[in-house]
């Protein structure tokens, strides 16, 4: 037997219950608050990209079945053109400016949370648990939000889809 299996290396497990691993948990709990604030701002970007390329082909949709709609034989059209005008309120919907969480927090905020006299920091740990508590209560209200906006486009998106199968519908049982 060599000495090297006589004295197997010591495993470093990391922080332990009793030294320091509270205060890691909250610095990792910080860390992934502001991860998950982070994706919800992309995603929230990717719903405005939608929603802009869903009133645009609102509107493009809303005047050709409006301009059809003039002639006698298509007048029908105007219902397609109202599911499409409905279409892109809802999407602007996703548009209208709301109040947003972002990552990271106010340099003030995290400056005075020592004098606060309500509740007083006096160690790393607490102040570093109650910035990720305060993430988690930004992930709660982007969650809404984003939700808010998924219903929204998914209406959007189903009566621009309506408008063009009613249109379709209607051209196709005229043309018979």
């Not at 060599?2 to 197997?8: F, I, K, R, Y």
């Not at 990792?28 to 604030?37: D, F, G, L, T």
């Not at 701002?41 to 719903?47: L, P, S």
């Amino acid at each position: 037997m060599t000495q090297q299996n006589a004295n197997p290396p010591e495993l470093n497990v990391g922080e332990k219950a009793n030294e320091g691993l509270r205060l890691w948990l909250a610095r990792e709990a910080q860390r992934q608050a502001e991860k998950r604030i982070a994706s919800q701002v992309d995603i929230w970007g990717k719903f405005l990209t939608r929603a802009t390329s869903c009133i645009g082909w609102a509107v493009t949709l809303t005047s050709a079945f409006t301009a059809a709609s003039t002639q006698y034989q298509y007048r029908f059209l105007a219902f397609p053109a109202m599911l499409a005008g409905a279409a892109a309120i809802c999407a602007a919907v996703v548009l209208w400016p709301r109040k947003w969480k972002i990552p990271g927090d106010i340099p003030l905020y995290v400056m005075d949370m020592m004098d606060d006299p309500n509740q007083p920091l006096s160690t790393e740990l607490e102040a570093t648990e109650a910035l990720a508590l305060r993430g988690e209560g930004s992930i709660t209200a982007n969650s809404r939000t984003l939700a808010h906006y998924g219903r929204a486009l998914f209406a959007a998106f189903s009566l621009l889809i309506a408008s063009i199968l009613l249109a379709a519908i209607w051209v196709v049982l005229i043309t018979l």
